[in-house]
């Protein structure tokens, strides 16, 4: 019985072996597994960028491996702006195999869609751009909010005039009151808001764009503070574009105030005819203009005179007088001992970004908080020198090895501190650049990055007033340009001071 009952186990567990051979054998001689699919090849997608659609092609190997990512040159995206992240995306994208990268301060909307338009292209191949870390960018209306004609604010009877001279010594007729006004970008209104108050944005009925959003980064700040203002303001220009004509007329502004940032006065003067033919006056001031330490004041001034508010733009004038004043009590420009200083804008560590002579942008900042440029010696007798920019070699850098690094453009944002924002933080790229670490500037800490925009604004005194106390500690002990800047923003503003991330130091510095 034993024995039978062993042959009977024997016989199945034999069984049971054939039947799961058969299943392995029904497997191996059924249809033969598909081979992985072979993505080799070029894919091209598109995305909107901010001056029309990006195209991008992309090179994949066999498995998926992205190769390269080209951006088409025929895009319409602005020079050493724009341009920044077309540049700087595709390498990082094929470095990092993901689209989960940087983006670019004041591009912010190119670099999205090369992402997008990179991301179209892989879809294009049948692969999954989530795989690449692809996560597409919350959607940010580019455009200013519908312009609401019947909102516009209303005008009040007209009772004098005025003739001003503007900054380019034009003699301008304005009628008073002015009820609205128009502005070449949003951050002009900084300086209408210490005049006006919220008044500022009542009275507003368009603004042209820049590079960073400030429409909308305007918006977020302040509509919670002075409501829905949006509703009656209309854009009037594309980041350094010309002016929309047609938008201004149906705004119908009583002035339209242009700065000479982005090339603003040159679009005004294409279309002075016909605004003078409407009635719209144009007047325009100039920041920084040839006196760092006065055109603010001259400008607030002005704007005194436009909107009937002299006493208190002579108050707005005094407080930047003090804190200019201050600086020149210390005598800088006759030191022996100034600190060697090397500017850069929009810099990373694979792109060398435009450096400036003292004579214009941070240049004249540096230079009026007492730091010695170098890139003087190469620029100011050239044509660069005297207001335009320019790249400087690398090796003149090294071989110049400066106190301070000063950055502007690659890091910090503009008025970016609203309900539910992520203010942008620099991350000091630059710092990855061979033999930077080597610099004199980088081993003692002295590399500092500043919101690029603080040098055509109203805040430009804290700009300067922080630079010569980072030059000049001991001159400056017991100075706080912070505080000086909180007491600013206390008189004068409708927020507080902490809206930008004004000044940056590189992390590890002493």
């Known amino acids: 019985m034993k024995k039978f009952l062993s042959i009977l186990l024997a016989v199945s567990l034999f069984l049971m072996m054939l039947g799961g051979c058969g299943s392995v054998a029904g497997v191996a001689g059924g249809e033969a597994a598909a081979p992985a699919k072979d993505y080799s090849g070029t894919y091209k997608g598109s995305a909107p960028g901010y001056h029309g659609n990006l195209d991008v092609t992309v090179t994949l190997d066999k498995a998926g491996k992205i190769l390269a990512v080209e951006v088409g040159k025929d895009h319409g995206e602005t020079e050493n702006i724009g341009t920044i992240p077309i540049e700087k995306i595709p390498g990082a994208i094929v470095a990092g195999q993901s689209l989960k990268v940087d983006t670019v301060t004041g591009a912010t909307v190119t ?289 110049a090895n400066p106190d301070f690094i000063i950055l502007s453009g690659s890091g910090a944002g503009w008025m970016d501190n609203y309900p539910g924002s992520t203010p942008e933080v620099p991350k000091f790229d630059i710092l990855n650049r061979t033999g930077w670490r080597e610099l004199e500037a980088v081993k003692n800490g002295n590399v500092y990055e500043l919101a690029h925009a603080t040098s055509r604004s109203i805040f430009g005194f804290h700009a300067a007033l922080k630079l010569a106390s980072v030059f000049y500690p001991e001159d400056f002990q017991g100075v706080d340009a912070d505080k000086i800047m909180d007491e600013f923003f206390d008189k004068f503003m409708l927020v507080n001071s902490d809206v930008t991330g004004w000044f940056y130091q590189a992390a590890g510095a002493r």
Request: without cysteine; proline residues 5%; hydrophobic residues 40%.
């Open 111 to 399: 670099a999205n869609g090369i992402l997008a338009a990179v991301a179209a292209a892989l879809q294009s191949a049948g692969l999954a751009p989530a795989d690449y870390n692809y996560a597409p960018a919350a959607a940010e209306e580019q455009a200013a909010a519908a312009l609401d004609l019947s909102a516009m604010p209303q005008k009040a009877p007209i009772t004098g005039s005025v003739t001003i001279t503007d900054v380019k010594g034009r003699q301008v007729d304005l009628e008073l009151p002015v009820s609205t006004y128009a502005i070449s970008t949003m951050d002009v209104i900084d300086y209408l808001i210490p005049l006006l108050g919220e008044e500022a944005f009542h009275m507003l009925v368009a603004s042209g764009q820049d590079g960073g959003g400030g429409i909308q980064t305007y918006s977020k700040l302040y509509t919670p503070i002075i409501g829905n203002y949006m509703k009656h303001v209309g854009q009037i220009s594309e980041h350094n574009a010309p002016f929309d004509l047609e938008m201004i007329l149906a705004t119908d502004p009583d002035v339209l105030i242009v700065n000479s940032a982005m090339g603003a006065h040159n679009y005004a003067m294409e279309i002075e005819a016909q605004l003078t033919a409407a009635g719209i006056p144009i007047v325009l001031i100039d920041i920084p203009g040839k006196s760092l330490a006065g055109s603010v004041q001259e400008t607030e001034k002005l704007l005194g005179q436009i909107f009937q508010k002299e006493e208190r733009a002579n108050e707005v004038a005094s407080f930047i007088d003090e804190q200019y004043a201050l600086i020149a009590s210390k005598n800088l420009d006759q030191r022996q001992d100034k600190p060697t200083v090397y500017y850069e804008k929009s810099g990373y560590s694979e792109i060398f970004g435009s450096t400036s002579s003292s004579k214009s942008g941070w240049g004249a900042v540096i230079a009026l908080a007492g730091g010695e440029n170098i890139a003087d010696p190469l620029l100011l007798n050239s044509a660069a020198g005297k207001g335009g920019n320019s790249t400087l070699d690398p090796e003149y850098v090294l071989e």
